[in-house]
Structures are given as C-alpha cells and as structure tokens.
T-cell receptor
C-alpha cells in the first residue's frame, strides 16, 4: 500500500463514451502525475500538477483532459478515445515536483473497444 | 529515441543465485538513477537509487552499480528470492530537478525454484 489509490482498477469503454479516472493520495504530497504504460513501451509521462497547477502537458491529445481540484485528488477525463489508447494508466505523487522518489498507485487498466 | 534502455525484456534466475539487471542511458545530463519494482496489478514501487557522484549503493540484498563513462548501471540482487519475481524499471533524472523521470521499458525477472 503506497498511499496512492486509483479507481476504477479496470475500465472498458467504447470510442464514443466519456469516462473519468480518479486518483487520490493520502501522503500530503504537493505534486501529482499521470503516466501511461503501453505494452512493450516505457512509462510515458502525460501530465504534471504542482500545488494544483498544471506544470507539464507532454504533448497529450486533447481527448485526455486532466483535472486537479486539490493537492490530494487528480482526475483524468476521457472522451472519444481510440483503441490505441488502451493501456495501464498510472497516477503518482511526490512531496514536491522534482523529487526523486514518486509513489505510484496501482493503475487503471483501460480497454477501448 | 529511447534515453533509458533495458535491453533484456526478461531474465530467469535460480533461487539463491545472483540476479543482475542491466540498464544503459544515452543522455550524459542524467545525474540520478532509480530502480522501481512492479508486481502484477500494482503500481511501481521505489527500490533503490544512486547519485552520479557515487559508483555503488547498497541496501540489504540490493546493490546498484553505476559506470558513468559507459553510461551503464546495473542492479544486483543476492541472494535472489521467489518474492523478487517482478518487473524492474530503470529510471533516470537530469541535473535540473524539475526534469521528468525517464523510465526504461522494464525487465521481467523470474526467480526459479
């Protein structure tokens, strides 16, 4: 148990659906991250939030929309995804942006049909 | 272009023997390196790290070696135990602490009974 939770753990959605992934951290951290892990590819950083402000968008398509209402919660809103977006989506947090150690949640396994 | 490379997708080691996981990097501006361990259905967890000012860091059964001239690092696990079966990710961070962590693709380690 790393102190970072993600829901749902598994999600299957059609290309026209709208869904949201949720991440919550109970560590008092100020930075939160979304990563994507596709098969046989390195972990890819998608977004970084520091004190609720987005500090990095790593050229992510607009069909992925993050939201950080407070330092403990991070959402990833999904809309009109493509089958190639099927992947494991991992949330992480760290005390501050740039901290070497990040704490990861268990991930959401997303399948887009 | 991959900046952090783990060229072995998988590795099998007999229980009790030494496991050696390798990682190469291309960016000479990386100065901090981490290893993460990931079990199925869980997020990666931090295992051990090393700063570029060192060439070795040890923590119990885990030792990380860094060869800066070769841009190579390795994780040694000795003795290997069944619970070490997991995917191991090598990661690197640049001199600027705001830089993102760059992950390798991971190596799946199987500990054989």
């Amino acid at each position: 148990e790393t102190g970072v939770t993600q829901t749902p753990r598994h999600l299957v959605m059609g290309m026209t659906n709208k869904k949201s992934l949720k991440c919550e951290q109970h560590l008092g951290h100020n930075a939160m991250y979304w990563y994507k892990q596709s098969a046989k590819k390195p972990l890819e950083l998608m977004f970084v939030y520091n004190f609720k402000e987005q500090t990095e968008n790593n050229s992510v398509p607009s069909r992925f929309s993050p939201e950080c209402p407070n330092s403990s919660h991070l959402f990833l809103h999904l809309h009109t995804l493509q089958p190639e977006d099927s992947a494991l989506y991992l949330c992480a947090s760290s005390q501050a942006r740039g901290d070497n150690e990040q704490f990861f949640g268990p991930g959401t396994r997303l399948t887009v049909l | 272009d991959q900046q952090v490379k783990q060229n072995s997708p998988s590795l099998s080691v007999q229980e009790g023997r030494i496991s050696i996981l390798n990682c190469d990097y291309t960016n000479s501006m990386f100065d901090y390196f981490l290893w993460y361990k990931k079990y199925p259905a869980e997020g990666p967890t931090f295992l051990i790290s090393i700063s570029s000012i060192k060439d070795k860091n040890e923590d119990g059964r885990f030792t990380v070696f860094l060869n800066k001239s070769a841009k190579h690092l390795s994780l040694h696990i000795v003795p290997s135990q069944p619970g070490d079966s997991a995917v191991y990710f090598c990661a690197a961070i640049g001199v600027n602490r705001d830089d993102k962590i760059i992950f390798g693709k991971g190596t799946r380690l199987h500990i054989l009974p």
